[in-house]
């Protein structure tokens, strides 16, 4: 049976040894998965090279496909955390609008919302890999108009890392960083002809 406690259960609070502090700053803002991580420095180090490529320009996918990337997978796995952080530091970078946000967080690659073809080709490609673990030719096809050859190994990549960064912030029980969104200020209007999806919910 799962525990349902909600204390965290990874040490994230100061004091931070000289190495720690030094992996920390180069991490970023000190927010709760960073401080976790920077427990061990070398850890931190390598993480902070990955994430140096596919959260710059370098990355073959767009800022806007990225965080449709991250907004998606996060949500999918119930990963409220990494939701909220992305939500509010990038989404109005990357253009979402509220219904945007609202399906992204809990509607589907097929909501009247997305207009682009290519937005709705990333949506599916990430549908599928949760699901699937896979993608079909046709998935693959539209996905590589979408994003190009480059753009669907990095869109895969970064699928799979943030994965993993939600089992993290899940099993671990971090916080919500203050004034982040959560799940449920997502709010759908009455008479909102979007489908609704329950998000995962921690335990």
């Known amino acids: 049976m799962l525990r349902k406690s909600n204390q965290p259960r990874v040490d994230t609070e100061p004091p931070y040894d000289d190495d720690t502090a030094a992996a920390l700053e180069a991490l970023g803002p000190p927010l709760a998965l ?59 970078k990357a253009g979402l609008t509220d219904a945007q946000l609202r399906s992204v967080t809990g509607g589907a690659a097929t909501d009247a919302c997305w207009t682009d073809p290519a937005d709705r080709a990333v949506l599916a490609a990430v549908d599928a890999l949760h699901t699937r673990h896979d993608l079909t030719d046709d998935e693959w096809d539209a996905l590589t108009a979408a994003v190009g050859p480059d753009g669907v190994v990095d869109l895969m990549l970064i699928c799979g890392w943030y994965h993993a960064i939600s089992y993290v912030v899940r099993a671990a029980r971090l916080p919500g960083e203050p004034g982040a969104p ?5 709010t759908w209007p009455d008479d909102d002809p979007q489908p609704r999806r329950a998000v995962p919910r921690r335990p």
Do not use: K
């Open 34 to 92: 960073f401080r976790a991580l920077a427990r061990r420095p070398d850890r931190a180090r390598a993480i902070q090279g990955w994430g140096s490529y596919y959260l710059s320009r370098r990355c073959a996918l767009s800022l806007r496909h990225r965080e449709l990337v991250i907004d998606r997978t996060t949500a999918l796995c119930g990963a409220e955390y990494e939701w909220g952080v992305h939500i509010a530091l990038l989404a109005a």
């Open 182 to 186: 959560t799940f449920d200020s997502v």
